[in-house]
Structure formats: C-alpha cells, structure tokens
C-alpha cells in the first residue's frame, strides 16, 4: 500500500521534516504547500500583477495558494494539520474543513494548550496527535499494522 500525506498548517518549525524523515522507508509520498512565507503571500500578484490595496495583494495570493491546496488534499489518502504556538493558523482551520468535507483521513498536530480552542476540528479528525513522531507511528501502524518499539 502506498500512501499519498498532505502535509498543512504551520510553517514557521520543522515539524514536517521530522515527520518526513521519521517515515523514511515507509511507502509515504508527502505534499504541502508553499512553506516559503513571502512567495506563499506574493504568489498572486507575482504570476496576475501588482495591486494597490493590500486586501486585494492578499486576496490574489490566497486564490492562486487555494488551488495548489485543494489540489493536494484532493490528491491525498490522508492530511496532516498542524497547528502551532506562535501563529493564529486561519488557514489550517480551512485546510482541516475542506479534508474532512471530502471525506479524507484527517490527523491534527497541535500542543494540548490548544486543545480546547481545537475541539471542533479534533471532533473531524481520526487522530489528535501532540508530537510529529506520533504521526510517524501512525503512518507506520496504517502501512505495517506494527506498534510502536
């Protein structure tokens, strides 16, 4: 079995990495979005052209980002959410509403302080996990069947 894991949320730590090198040797292909923040925000007046208003900056950007995203959560057998500490992940919340609304394996990352402002979306999910490696344990049960050493 092969596995196609969209990697979302976050972007500021190395959580994917982790997980990425944790499942090396798994049959895992992994996406994600641009995780470079200023292409990721310049994306759409950089391709469709400058704007004068920083709404409409934004709002290209977020369009042309929305087509990458729905693209690889469509594609994916599972999503991986995660939700840092420092930002307020707007973006995650849709990513994890657009996985569930297409009937996708949903696994939210996030620190047990955010648990309480997350439970709708852990509600969606058919994991909630605290730590990347937890992912990877995950990934491995779902291929292998094998518990964690």
Not at 18 to 39: C, K, M, N, R, Y
Not at 47 to 61: M, N, Q, R, T, V
């Amino acid at each position: 079995m092969d596995l196609k894991v969209y990697l979302s949320g976050e972007i500021h730590t190395d959580w994917r990495e982790q997980i990425i090198e944790g499942a090396s040797g798994l049959s895992v292909s992994f996406s994600s979005p641009v995780t470079d923040h200023a292409a990721s925000d310049d994306c759409g007046v950089a391709i469709l052209g400058a704007e004068d208003s920083k709404f409409w900056h934004d709002h290209k950007g977020a369009k042309v980002n929305a087509i990458r995203t729905r693209h690889g959560i469509e594609n994916a057998d599972i999503v991986v959410v995660r939700f840092g500490t420092e930002y307020k992940q707007w973006n995650a919340a849709f990513d994890a509403g657009i996985a569930s609304a297409l009937g996708k394996s949903l696994i939210v990352l996030n620190p047990p302080e955010h648990g309480h402002a997350l439970k709708e979306i852990h509600g969606a999910a058919l994991a909630v996990a605290q730590e990347p490696k937890q992912v990877v344990e995950i990934l491995r049960y779902v291929l292998t069947g094998q518990l964690p050493a």
